[in-house]
């Protein structure tokens, strides 16, 4: 009988913080930049400078373990991690290894396999190394130090996951978490959310983990979930072949669908932690400690109550509206100015999803005010322009945020009450299309929606369509 494999998975996940300026400087951590010019001779590891510490790093690492159910170690300190590479400017990281400012936390995930939670077994505070450039036109590597020094938390996972669905729900969770307290905007794809993949497999049944290698270079779901499976399906060959899996460090290249190996892996000996001697130990007061408890947002869990008790939005609008903290705003912030929740609920479900789709854009990319879509779904509900023309409405909203009022108003697009030319018009088209007249009298409901759709036609899409509905059948009959 084949042999049966579990897999299990630990992860760390580098989140680069929302500061403005860097954990021991202050340059500009903006993404982007010419190269080099976010720096300065600390972030640059000029012999001589000396680290500060940002205030609103220890803050962000604070929020983000109190929310991932953490104990926060009130004294922490950061140690030196001694590595040469050419993009770490000191030869040296600053990272905490000894006391970290979290620890033994841990989330609650949902699979279709059912909830279970992750441990977290740390978060500490580090800087980010810089980025080197291959150049192979000219055939040489050019470093830049703009990332250098920009302030990271790494989150240690236990390692308690044990399939793909469950590393991406653990990541999601992880994700709509920082997003919602602003630690970091946690996009994958300019590298401010990173993950390594711990991973080894072992027969179902054994205790003992079987040897682990780490993946890197993984910056979206979709390559984390080919990793995953790319390198469980290499360690069982190896296994079955009888050959060992070597304790190392590998590369993920996805567009070969292939991990090559790095370097063998390094245990903590290897890189002579030892204190950093720049810096003072920190010390989190219980005051201060409650401020940052104090500030913490509503999460997604919490919403996601809230609004089935207060808003009565089905369970699966509450799910999309909460999946992003922009849209989460959005719908509150419209509902608090207009008391419409559903009609809220549905622009966001519908035209506001659909754009974005067609966009190719996230929610986060979002930049109309509540305002104006309060405005659109009050003008909608009190019949002074019809659906038609509010989705008409609604797109130069999303697209340039202008008054839908003023819009209207500018553009003639109100609802034409008028019942003489509504019935002046009717006539008129039930005079010109004698055909689908005597197909409706002869029992063929569809032939009056062709003469609604050409009365509407007629007044430029204004009329109220239930109004030209009535009114078309009290005149025919």
């Known amino acids: 009988m084949a042999k049966q494999y579990e897999t299990v998975i630990g992860l760390e996940v580098h989140v680069e913080l929302a500061t403005k300026t860097k954990i021991f400087c202050g340059c500009s951590t903006a993404f982007g930049g010419a190269p080099n010019t976010h720096t300065c001779p600390v972030c640059t ?29 009130q004294y922490c300190k950061f140690d030196r991690k001694n590595y040469f590479y050419p993009d770490n400017p000191q030869n040296y990281q600053i990272s905490q290894l000894y006391l970290p400012i979290c620890h033994d936390g841990g989330i609650e995930i ?37 990332r250098s020094g920009v302030p990271l938390i790494e989150i240690v996972s236990e390692p308690d996951m044990r399939s793909v669905e469950e590393v991406i729900a653990y990541l999601d969770k992880l994700r709509l978490i920082i997003q919602y307290l602003g630690a970091s905007d946690c996009k994958l794809q300019e590298g401010s959310m990173r993950a390594d993949v711990n991973l080894s497999v072992r027969e179902v049944g054994t205790e003992k983990f079987g040897t682990r290698t780490e993946m890197k270079n993984l910056n979206s779901f979709k390559a984390i979930a080919r990793a995953i499976e790319g390198e469980r399906a290499r ?57 940052v408890k104090d500030r913490q947002p ?15 939005i089905p369970d699966y609008d509450a799910g999309i509206l909460t999946s992003s903290k922009q849209l989460a705003d959005l719908f509150e912030e419209t509902t608090a100015i207009c008391g419409k929740p559903k009609k809220v609920s549905n622009w966001l479900m519908g035209e506001t999803l659909r754009l974005l789709k067609e966009e ?34 609604f797109e130069k909203i999303f697209y340039d945020d202008i008054d839908p009022e003023r ?3 500018e553009h003639g697009l109100k609802t034409v009450n008028d019942e003489g030319a509504l019935r002046s018009t009717v006539e008129r088209v039930i005079d010109e299309n004698p055909q689908s007249v005597a197909d409706y009298r002869g029992g063929k409901e569809k032939a009056l929606g062709f ?23 009290e005149l025919l009959g």
């Open 45 to 73: 590891g000029m012999p001589g400078s000396l680290p500060v510490l940002n205030r609103q790093v220890v803050e962000y690492a604070m929020a983000v373990g109190l929310a991932t159910n953490c104990q926060i170690n």
């Open 407 to 409: 819009y209207v108003e």
């Open 451 to 473: 003469l609604v759709g050409q009365t509407m036609k007629a007044m430029k899409g204004k009329a109220n369509p239930g109004a030209v509905n009535k009114l078309l059948k």
């Open 360 to 393: 190719g854009q996230e929610p986060e990319e979002l930049s109309f005010s509540p305002e104006h879509l309060a405005k659109l779904i009050e003008l909608t509900e009190a019949g002074t322009i019809n659906q038609t023309v509010a989705k008409e409405v």
């Open 110 to 146: 949902e699979t279709a396999a059912g909830k279970k939670t992750v441990g977290i077994h740390e978060i500490h505070m580090e800087e980010d190394a810089g980025k080197l450039i291959h150049d192979e036109w000219e055939d040489c590597s050019l470093v830049d130090y703009n």
């Open 235 to 291: 360690q069982i060959e190896l296994l079955e072949e009888g050959k060992p899996v070597i304790q190392e460090t590998r590369r993920w290249d996805d567009n070969k669908e292939y991990s090559y190996p790095m370097r063998s892996k390094e245990d903590a000996h290897d890189y002579r932690y030892f204190p950093d001697p720049d810096l003072v130990p920190v010390w989190i007061s219980d005051e201060w400690l409650q401020e």
């Open 298 to 312: 509503e999460l997604r869990t919490e919403k996601l109550i809230r609004y089935k008790e207060e808003f009565d």
